[in-house]
C-alpha cells in the first residue's frame, strides 16, 4: 500500500467522520411480534462495543504506525472504529425504539474479542476483517427478514461503510503479508480459512433463525461468506515496507 493510498483512505473516513450518515425521517417503522422475536437475539449481539478492545485496537496502530513512519494509519484506524461505534449506537437506538432487550455479549462475540486481544495489528485487522465479511452477508439477510423499512435502510448504509472498510483492511493486511516466503503464506492461509469457515458455521448455528428467513440454508451461507473472502483476500499487494521505500525515494 502505497502513501498516496493511505491519503485516499484517510480522505475518505474523515469525509464520514464529519458527515456520518443518518436515516431520513418518515421511514416505516413497524415491526410485527413475531419479526421483533425472530432479529431480538441478532441485533443483541451486533450492538455491543467493547471499549477496551477498541483501546488495545488503537495502541497496536500507533505502535505500527510509528515503526514505519506512516501516521496516517493510526488515525485511519482511529476514524473506523469510531464507524463502528456509530454502527452500534443506530442499532442499540433501533432495539430501544422497539424495547428489544439489550443483552450481554454472546459466547461467539467473546471468543472474536479476545482472539483479537492476542496479537499486535496484523491478527486485530484480520479476525475484524473475518467478522466485517461474514456481517455483510448477514446484514444482506437481516435486510430482507423484515418489512421494517427503517432497518431495511439501517442495513444497506452499515453495508456500504462496512464495504470500505473491508476495502481498506483487505489491501493493508495484502500489503503486511505480500513479503512473506510462500511456504509460511501458504500455511497462513490455510489456518486462515479454516478458521473463518469454522467461524462461519458457528454464526449459522447462532443466527440461523434470520438467515433462513432470507433464504439461506447452512451451506448457501458457507458459500457466500467464501465468496466475499476470496474476492477480498486472494489478491496479493506490494509488501507496506517496500511502497513506503519506493515513495520516499520518488
Known amino acids: 500500500m502505497e502513501r498516496g493510498d493511505l491519503e485516499i483512505w484517510l480522505n475518505h473516513f474523515e469525509h464520514h467522520a ?97 482472539i483479537r486481544g492476542l496479537g499486535g495489528l496484523h491478527l486485530y485487522l484480520w479476525v475484524q476483517l473475518c467478522a466485517e465479511l461474514i456481517g455483510i452477508v448477514f446484514y444482506r439477510a437481516l435486510e430482507v427478514a423484515t418489512g421494517c423499512e427503517r ?43 479454516t478458521f473463518f469457515a469454522s467461524a462461519v458455521l458457528v454464526v449459522w448455528a447462532t443466527h440461523r433463525a434470520v438467515l433462513r428467513r432470507a433464504g439461506h440454508g447452512a451451506r448457501s451461507f458457507l458459500r457466500s461468506c467464501l465468496a466475499q473472502y476470496e474476492f477480498y483476500l486472494a489478491p496479493a499487494c506490494l509488501p507496506l515496507e517496500r511502497s513506503h521505500a519506493a515513495s520516499s525515494s520518488g
Do not use: N, Y
Not at 421511514?27 to 410485527?32: G, N, P, V, Y
Not at 514505519?68 to 469510531?82: D, F, G, K, S, V
Not at 513479503?179 to 500455511?187: D, Q
Open 18 to 114: 464529519r458527515r456520518p450518515f443518518r436515516l431520513e425521517p418518515g421511514l416505516a417503522d413497524a415491526l410485527r411480534p413475531d419479526e421483533k422475536r425472530l432479529i431480538a437475539r441478532s441485533l443483541a449481539v451486533v450492538q455491543l462495543v467493547e471499549p477496551s478492545e477498541a483501546l488495545r485496537a488503537r495502541v497496536a496502530a500507533e505502535r505500527f504506525a510509528r515503526a514505519r513512519e506512516i501516521p496516517q494509519l493510526a488515525r485511519i484506524i482511529e476514524l473506523l472504529i469510531e464507524e463502528e461505534k456509530r454502527h452500534a449506537t443506530l442499532v442499540r437506538e433501533f432495539m430501544c425504539d422497539h424495547q428489544l432487550p439489550l443483552r450481554r455479549a454472546h459466547w461467539i462475540d467473546r471468543v472474536f474479542r479476545r
Open 151 to 193: 432497518l431495511q435502510r439501517l442495513c444497506r448504509l452499515i453495508v456500504a461503510d462496512e464495504l470500505a472498510h473491508i476495502g481498506f483492511e483487505s489491501q493493508l493486511l495484502g500489503s503486511m503479508r505480500a513479503g512473506r516466503a510462500g511456504p509460511g503464506r501458504a500455511l497462513e492461509r490455510a489456518a486462515h480459512l
